[in-house]
């Protein structure tokens, strides 16, 4: 397949452009800086650049980071227009051109399902809400639905905490480490994780399973409440993690990015990688810690 990314240079897109040049796929990532594109891919800084390439799949990941640092309104406006806007300038790429890809895999997140505390399991057929992440995915979602062509399979990637070597686990590692971690806020709010080999398969089987379509979630199929989560990783590290962080200093710390990214989290099942039979290598969090935390 001839396959285009966007945020190829990332977390994710790193290793999943990896997997796909070692799957003997041609990779062309769409990005700001070629220096960081893996060797094997092609980079382009501009769209015009693949204007008359063959392209038969396309994975659109793109987007400033969301927690790395408070939302001030600048930072949300970067946040919203470095996924809408550049999936908006997808779409018109896709517009113009003679064969539509055959799918298109745009990025999303668990955020969709908004801030309602309770223990009810979310599944993709829930609704969102009017909080800043919920309408940040809504939107994106919205702008990625735009961008797909009439004939392309669309799947959007509602993706959990992705626990690899980076991301939000590199964040947590340093304080735990240190016996400095515990559970946030009250501990109870639910924390829906996937390994970063499992989200890479994902994507790689979506691409290729012709009844995927529509929301997937990107999670494992057993999620964890914060308090479940801060004991497995002292475990894990074999670190006490019985350090709380309370709900106020997180506020004081972190504004709303706090409240909703750390303080919030709904309990979300991956019915439909489930329904398609995706083999998760890891479904509970402790081997998955266990592996993460031995390489
Ligand atoms: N990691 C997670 O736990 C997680 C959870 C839920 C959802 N997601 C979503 O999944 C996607 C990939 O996640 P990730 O962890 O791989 O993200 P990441 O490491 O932050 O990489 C995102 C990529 O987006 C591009 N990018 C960053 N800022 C940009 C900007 N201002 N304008 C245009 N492009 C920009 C960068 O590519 P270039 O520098 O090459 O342009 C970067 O490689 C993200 O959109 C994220 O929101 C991730």
């Known amino acids: 397949m001839n396959i285009l990314i966007t945020g190829g240079t990332g977390f994710i897109g790193t290793p999943l452009t990896q997997r796909l040049l070692a799957n003997n796929h041609n ?8 220096s960081r594109v893996v060797p094997g891919a092609t980079a382009v800084t501009s769209l015009e650049d693949v204007a008359d390439a063959p392209i038969d799949a396309v994975i659109n990941l793109a987007g400033a980071g969301i927690a790395d640092q408070r939302w001030s309104p600048s930072r949300k406006a970067l946040i919203r227009d470095s996924r809408i806007g550049l999936t908006d300038t997808l779409g018109a790429w896709l517009a113009a051109r003679e064969t539509p890809p055959s799918v298109f895999i745009s990025g999303s997140a668990i955020g969709f399902y908004g801030l309602q ?22 939107d994106w979602e919205a702008a990625a639905t ?8 669309l799947c959007l990637l509602r993706t959990g905490i992705v626990l690899g070597d980076g991301g939000a686990l590199a964040k947590m590692r340093t304080p ?17 994780w ?4 499992d989200m ?3 994507i790689v089987h979506l691409l290729d399973d012709e009844r995927a379509t529509g929301p997937v979630n990107a999670t494992a199929p057993t999620p964890v ?19 709380p962080m309370p709900a106020l200093a997180v506020k004081a710390l972190f504004g709303q990015m706090g409240e909703e990214l750390l303080l919030s989290g709904r309990r979300v099942l991956p019915a439909t990688a489930t329904a398609l039979g995706f083999p998760f290598q890891f479904t509970t969090l402790e081997p998955a810690l266990a592996d993460l935390c031995s390489r």
């Open 27 to 34: 990779v062309t990532v769409w990005c700001r800086n070629p």
């Open 117 to 138: 505390p309770g223990d009810d399991p979310i599944t993709e057929s829930e609704s969102g809400d009017s909080s800043f992440s919920s309408t940040l995915c809504q």
């Open 146 to 153: 735009r961008a797909c062509p009439e004939s392309t399979r």
């Open 176 to 192: 735990f480490s240190l016996g400095l971690g515990g559970p946030v806020g009250s501990g109870q709010q639910w924390m829906p």
């Open 194 to 197: 996937i390994h970063i080999d």
């Open 200 to 202: 890479i398969a994902l």
């Open 225 to 243: 409440t914060s308090a479940e989560f801060a004991a497995a990783l002292g475990r894990a590290l074999k670190r006490p993690a019985v350090l």
